[in-house]
């Protein structure tokens, strides 16, 4: 069975820092072949992608909205995604999930929320 599951989520004051993490278990290929990235989604909204990392090479897309705050990263040895955020805003408050991608394999996390005070 196939586990995403997401952690570091909460209440944080504007201008804050919050790391998510996101661990796998139960592929069906290792870690390292599956692309990772974080959505999120706030009420009354769409999900919308925030980062993705590749399962090859250390290229990153941002959204426009989170590009100098956010960074994504990758341990494959430990099966993990991370989200680093810094400089939160109020507009960043929505539930975050990660998402691993092979071909047509296609897993997510139950979600983990993300509060922002202003």
């Known amino acids: 069975q196939v586990r995403l599951v997401e952690s570091g989520g909460g209440l944080v004051q504007f201008g804050g820092s919050l790391r998510l993490s996101c661990v796998a278990s139960g592929l069906r290929f290792p870690f390292s072949s599956y692309a990772m990235s974080w959505y999120r989604q706030a009420p009354g909204k769409e999900r919308e992608l925030v980062a993705a990392v590749p399962s090859i090479g250390t290229s990153t897309n941002y959204a426009d909205s989170v590009k100098g705050r956010f960074t994504i990263s990758r341990d494959n040895g430990k099966n993990t995604v991370y989200l680093q955020m810094n400089s939160l805003k109020t507009e960043d408050t929505a539930v975050y999930y990660c998402?691993?991608?092979?071909?047509?394999?296609?897993?997510w996390g139950q979600g983990t929320q993300v509060t922002v005070s202003s």
């Open positions: 998402k691993a991608e092979w071909v047509r394999d296609t897993y």
